[in-house]
T-cell receptor, first 114, second 117 residues
Framework: AQSVAQPEDQVNVAEGNPLTVKCTYS??????LFWYVQYPNRGLQFLLK??????LVKGSYGFEAEFNKSQTSFHLKKPSALVSDSALYFC????????????FGPGTRLSVLP | DAGITQSPRHKVTETGTPVTLRCHQT?????MYWYRQDPGHGLRLIHY???????DKGEVSDGYSVSRSKTEDFLLTLESATSSQTSVYFC????????????????FGQGTRLTVV
């Protein structure tokens, strides 16, 4: 079965500093990996995805993520955090051997302090 | 934004009453999903559909049923609502995985906040 772990419930970072939100995964087939962001009282918005190819994936709003197959990780990064990046972030995996469903991690709340 | 509409957006209902939530898409995507979001649990899959009349259970399907009679509509029914079903419910859609396909992500509706009293 597939699973996703986000080891940090909360990440605090100062505005202008780099940020990292961690994600590790487990799948039986080929991993399709995603990051989503959720602002208060809103649905989830897609940020970026890894399907195949380059291990560094670039997405919306200056975010990027690094896929590491040996460590089964897909950490979300941004070189310079903004206060407006404060939100709830979810990592997800879609396994082509598991009904093509999406499994989400528990979420990491990012707070960017001015 | 992807064309996904959830209705109602908010609902308060009494314990023991049936409740139906509707998800409507205009994207003609094959897969549709119902998730619930609860603090500390992230999003948990209730049921999903991989085509008209083709549905299957997710990890938290007890007490819920679904139907998909048309590509664009996916209904979630709570047969007899309980307080433990108080939650925010999200519908999502996606295309199938397949050779060469790059459109693999899910798109989410705005959610339905359900309170069972």
């Amino acid at each position: 079965a597939q699973s996703v772990a986000q080891p940090e419930d909360q990440v605090n970072v100062a505005e202008g500093n780099p940020l990292t939100v961690k994600c590790t995964y487990s799948v039986s087939g080929n991993p399709y990996l995603f990051w989503y962001v959720q602002y208060p009282n809103r649905g989830l918005q897609f940020l970026l995805k890894y399907i195949t190819g380059d291990n560094l994936v670039k997405g919306s709003y200056g975010f990027e993520a690094e896929f590491n197959k040996s460590q089964t990780s897909f950490h979300l990064k941004k070189p310079s955090a903004l206060v407006s990046d404060s939100a709830l972030y979810f990592c997800a995996v879609r396994d082509d051997n598991y009904g093509q469903n999406f499994v989400f991690g528990p979420g990491t709340r990012l707070s960017v302090l001015p | 934004d992807a064309g996904i509409t959830q209705s109602p957006r908010h609902k308060v209902t009494e314990t023991g009453t049936p409740v139906t939530l509707r998800c409507h898409q205009t994207e003609n995507h094959r897969y549709m999903y119902w998730y619930r979001q609860d603090p500390g649990h992230g999003l948990r899959l209730i049921h999903y559909s991989y085509g008209v009349k083709d549905t299957d259970k997710g990890e938290v399907s007890d007490g819920y049923s679904v139907s998909r009679s048309k590509t664009e509509d996916f209904l979630l029914t709570l047969e007899s609502a309980t307080s433990s079903q108080t939650s925010v419910y999200f519908c999502a859609i996606s295309e199938s995985l397949g050779l060469g396909r790059t459109n693999t992500e899910a798109f989410f509706g705005q959610g339905t906040r359900l309170t069972v009293v």
